[in-house]
Every structure is written in C-alpha cells, then in structure tokens.
C-alpha cells in the first residue's frame, strides 16, 4: 500500500499525516516552487532594507505610541517569528514599553481567545504588552469620511490614536485583491461592518492571484490601498511562506512598495506547474487546505482547484480546527432577503459574473446608490457580531432561501474533524462530510482500482501554470 505525506493543523500542531492508498493508483503531486525558510539574522536584515519610506527606526525616534497590527489564525503568518524583532527596533528607536500595543485586524471574524492570541505573537509579547481583539461590530469606531469612490473609512479608534501604526501580514493569493497582505491589514482588517460591506460587495474583484487591474477603477486592492492611507497605515511588513509555513520572503516599507515586491516573490514561490493534459485525465484531486486549515471559513480558498480539474472526484483535507465556522460579513449579507438582493446587485461590478446586458442594467448608479444606503441601514440594525452568531443558531443556517442560492452544486469528498455538518448542508449540499481519511476508504471513495491521481499539498497557497 502507497502513503500520501501531507502537512495539517496549521497553529494547532501543524503535524504531518500519511494518508494510505491503494497500489494501483499512480499519484503525482504537483508542489510550488516553495523557498527556504528564514533565519533570525535574515528576518533582520529585510526588515532594515526598507521600501518606500523611511527606516521603522527612524520613524519610531519621532513618534509618541505605537500600535502593531498583526493578523489572526485564520492566516498562516507565523506573527511570533517577526514581532519581536519589530519591538526591540522600536525599544531602542526610545519608545517607552508602555506606548506599545498590538490589535488583531479580524476583520469580521470572531476574536482569539488568550491562548490563540499566545500562539500568534508568542507568550512574552503576549504577556507583556496590550493586546486588542478588533470587533468591527461593537468597538469605539472613527468615521474619517467618504473615499472619492464613496467608500466609508470607518476604521478602529486604536489605529486613528496611534502615533506610528506597523502591518505585519501574508502575502497570499486572494479572490477579491489578488492577493493578500498590505493595506489588507486595514481594510477589512480593522475597519468597520460599513466599510467591509462595501468592499466585498460593490467593489470591482480581481481574480485570484491576478496583479493587474479588473478594468473597472477603483478595484478592490485600490480601495484597500486609498483606504490605508486614509487609516494612517505607516509600514508594512509582508512575508510570504512556504509549504510548511515558513517565512520564505519578507518585504518591508510603505504599504504599496513593499507589497508589490512581496507578491512578486509571492508569484515564484507559489507557482506550480500543472499540464493542460492532467487537468482533463486526472481522476481524482486531493486539495489539502494547510496552511489555512485552523477554521472552516477558510475551506473556500481551496475552491479553486474544481475549476481547474472539472472531470476528477475532488477529496478535500481540511481539519477545519476551532470549528467555529463564523465569518461576520457572510452572515450579515444573507442574514434576509433585501440584504441578499443588495449583494446581487453589487456583484454586477465584477467582470464576467453576469451577461453585457444584465451587468450593464444592475450597475446602474441608482441602483447601487439605494444598495450602499441600505446596507448602511443593515449595519446599523442587525448584531451579527461573533456574540449573537454564539448564542443564537447560525443565520446563514437559519436562512433557507439563502441555503438554496448561495450553496455550491459541485460533489466533494470533504475530510474533516472540525468542519460543521450543518455548514456542509448549507454551502456544499450535494458534498459528502467524513471525519477521517479511513471513514472516507470505508465508504468506497477511495477504490482499490488503476486511478490516475493529483495531490496538492498547499492548495490555498498554490498557483497554477500551464507546464
């Protein structure tokens, strides 16, 4: 019998599993590029060569406070590698300890219990200094008025009051703005439900992994940027990491020249070549969801690959760790049937969602006009904050209607601990649910039979090239 090697767990273990498979079956696993990972002296010494400003060390001699805003699990960035490198140059720049603090940009998501917070910055930062989960439902929020897009800057107070605010983020392909990292860390990192709602909802989307504009101005990573700048984002650090979530890359400076430079890395370290004849013979994909296994919202960065191998039985491998499948903005956009509409109306601002025609009639201005203020209304009347999704049955579960049309139609095999039945009923209804790898060989899925068979390792990670 063949084994399958695979990472898993990301934050919580990041063990390596084998899976068993049968001898008949010809496996190929197509990995990334990947890089080697850092050392203490390499993280150093790009943090120093700064891009597009002035060294941290000099821009900390001048400031007064200084607010480090890192990401949460739900991103593979290995925050305790970095952070207190960040501190020791802003010690010795003079800021007193006390001025020092750190924010978790959740965005929408829930906040990190004590515990996750000590595996994200390690346990002496995290004893050491100030730590503040963003909750973009119920903290102190600043309004610093409209972008000239229309886009509300409505950011956490904690980010406006700082004297120097400091990014640490991933750079990691991405759905809405080709790729994480950079202003992200803002927007929707710390910003508002009304700012977050109108990011993913009217702004034009660029395609996974894309760097060029959507064609449609100003796009999502545009807003993101001209919203960062407005929030007062003073450096950013971007790494990029490797299948075994390493910091392989790390670019830092100001929150546009350091990422662009990060997400070219980004394109050579993941870049994996898979031929245009194994996307159309391959019977069966195992997709594994390392490194943005820690939580089932995640599942969808791994979605990819069923465009990209439409013939083969697609097994996921995502333990979907905390089990709390929670996102915040997807609640609130399905919570009713208006809400819903809005959201469809939005999406006829990304290229190639609907027909000329269709696109052309929803993007009218009035159209959106009555859709951004009812949203804003929205926010303002619904809690769908991690507090009432905790107490009370999960909306998007209770909302039937938007079971029946947001739900993807495609079958897969799902293999996880964590991942919630009634999330599984809700976003992928025609897919099977298996706790184990050996419940999902029980129930036949793994045949004993010649099986042509692809593996990616990093699927969230990985992006595709012709060979």
């Not at 049937?337 to 269709?358: D, F, H, K």
């Not at 809700?426 to 045949?447: I, M, N, R, Y």
Request: aromatic share 6%; proline share 6%.
């Amino acid at each position: 019998m063949g084994r399958i090697p695979l990472r898993t767990r990301a934050w919580f273990g990041d063990d390596e599993i084998e899976l068993p498979i049968p001898d008949s079956w010809t496996v190929e696993t197509l990995a990334p590029t990947d890089g080697p990972a850092m050392s203490d002296a390499d993280l150093v010494g790009s943090l120093q060569r700064t891009l597009g400003c002035a060294p941290l060390a000099q821009m900390a001699a001048t400031a007064t406070s200084a607010l480090i805003v890192v990401d949460d699990l739900g991103r593979p960035t290995p925050t305790h590698r970095i952070a207190p490198h960040v501190v020791d140059i802003l010690l010795g720049a003079g800021l007193d300890p006390g001025s020092i603090s750190f924010l978790v940009a959740t965005g929408s998501h829930r906040q990190l219990q004590d515990d996750e917070i000590e595996r994200k910055l390690g346990s002496e930062l995290a004893s050491r200094f100030e730590v503040h989960c963003h909750d973009a439902c119920h903290d102190e929020l600043h309004d610093l008025g409209p972008l000239p897009s229309g886009m509300p800057v409505v950011v956490n107070r904690r980010v406006v009051e700082a004297d120097l605010v400091i990014g640490i983020s991933c750079v990691l392909p991405h759905t809405l703005a080709g790729f994480s990292g950079g202003g992200k860390i803002m927007l929707p990192g710390c910003a508002g439900l009304r700012s977050i709602a109108e990011l993913h909802s009217f702004s034009p989307k660029r395609q996974r992994g894309d760097t060029s504009s959507s064609g449609r101005h100003p796009d999502g990573r545009e807003l993101i940027e001209a919203f960062a700048a407005r929030a007062g984002l003073d450096f950013s650090i971007n790494t990029i990491v490797n299948s075994r979530r390493e910091i392989t890359g790390l670019f830092a400076g100001s929150h546009v020249d350091a990422h662009r430079r990060a997400v070219e890395h980004a394109k050579t370290t993941y870049r994996t070549v898979i031929p245009e004849s194994l996307r159309e013979s391959a019977d069966i994909v195992i997709a594994n969801g390392y490194p943005m296994d820690a939580d089932p919202v995640q599942v969808s960065k791994t979605q990819w690959v069923r465009k990209l191998f439409p013939r083969a039985q697609m097994i996921l491998i995502d333990p979907a760790c905390d089990g709390i499948a929670y996102h915040g903005w997807s609640e609130f956009q399905k919570a009713n049937v208006v809400n819903m509409l809005c959201g469809t109306i939005s999406e006829a601002r990304t290229a190639g969602r609907y027909s000329a025609l269709l696109a052309f009639l929803l993007s009218g201005r009035l159209l959106h006009r009555w859709a951004t203020r009812r949203f804003a209304r929205q926010v303002q009347r619904l809690d769908v904050s991690f507090r009432a999704f905790d107490t009370k049955a999960p909306l998007l579960f209770r909302n039937s209607l938007a079971k029946r049309i947001m739900a993807k139609r495609a079958p897969m095999i799902i293999c996880s601990s964590g991942f919630p039945e009634w999330k599984r009923q809700a976003q992928f209804p025609k897919s099977l649910l298996f706790q184990t790898w050996e419940d999902v060989v029980a129930a036949g899925h793994v045949p004993d039979a010649p099986r042509r068979v692809v593996v990616l390792p990093c699927a969230p990670l990985q992006l595709a090239v012709d060979a």
